[in-house]
T-cell receptor
Framework: GAVVSQHPSRVICKSGTSVKIECRSL??????MFWYRQFPKKSLMLMAT?????????EQGVEKDKFLINHASLTLSTLTVTSAHPEDSSFYIC??????????????FGDGTRLSIL | KQEVTQIPAALSVPEGENLVLNCSFT??????LQWFRQDPGKGLTSLLL?????REQTSGRLNASLDKSSGRSTLYIAASQPGDSATYLC??????????????FGQGTILTVHP
């Protein structure tokens, strides 16, 4: 069964609205979670790495003031798209790795959130 | 900078065929390689994970091989079924970012298995 839960699955809202997406690890603690963005018929692009209890690490070219990440607990990370505009419309996917710092564990993904800004 | 390439970009086969999906990567210093399946409008489902020290992994009708020195991996699907239709993504984990390293994805192969 799913080990990473993402909510909501779909959001449609007006330009200028801020949208929050939640990512939960269901049966394990995740000190690190990852946020990806996927454009139509393209592969996943890492946006940022979410660290519990500290600031997120953003990839080059990703606006940290536009995409706010909060990793408040060991099972929950949130991505807030602030003042969203049509160009922010995309498929956002979160991910987590079971285990503390083991890079040899598989990475599990949520079901994604389809964000449409009108 | 790690780059991952998947060939072919799309593949259409009749039901029952055995098929091979290819993945190549430019930096052989990887921790592991993971194959995923993505259905339309959905997230990713992990299929197989091969550690850098391993040569292959098997799960049911799926077999993935890894040749780290040449920067290649293949995903073999035996006796394909219409339910196998999806996009298959290859991703390699290399050092960088966090202690977990960083996952770099290929563009994917869109597989269609027709009855």
């Amino acid at each position: 069964g799913a080990v990473v839960s993402q909510h909501p699955s779909r959001v449609i809202c007006k330009s200028g609205t801020s949208v929050k997406i939640e990512c939960r690890s269901l049966d394990f603690q995740a000190t690190t979670m990852f946020w990806y963005r996927q454009f139509p018929k393209k592969s996943l692009m890492l946006m940022a790495t979410s660290n519990e209890g500290s600031k997120a690490t953003y990839e080059q070219g990703v606006e940290k003031d536009k995409f706010l990440i909060n990793h408040a607990s060991l099972t929950l990370s949130t991505l807030t798209v602030t003042s969203a505009h049509p160009e922010d419309s995309s498929f956002y996917i979160c991910s987590a790795i079971r285990g503390a710092t083991d890079s040899n564990q598989p990475q599990h993904f949520g079901d994604g959130t389809r964000l449409s800004i009108l | 900078k790690q780059e991952v390439t998947q060939i072919p970009a799309a593949l259409s086969v009749p039901e029952g065929e055995n098929l091979v999906l290819n993945c190549s990567f430019t930096d052989s210093a990887i921790y592991n390689l993971q194959w995923f399946r993505q259905d339309p409008g959905k997230g990713l489902t992990s299929l197989l994970l091969i550690q850098s020290s391993q040569r292959e992994q098997t799960s049911g009708r799926l077999n993935a091989s890894l040749d780290k020195s040449s920067g290649r991996s293949t995903l073999y699907i035996a006796a394909s079924q219409p339910g196998d239709s999806a996009t298959y993504l290859c991703a390699v984990r290399t050092a960088g970012g966090t202690s977990y390293g960083k996952l770099t994805f290929g563009q994917g192969t869109i597989l269609t298995v027709h009855p």
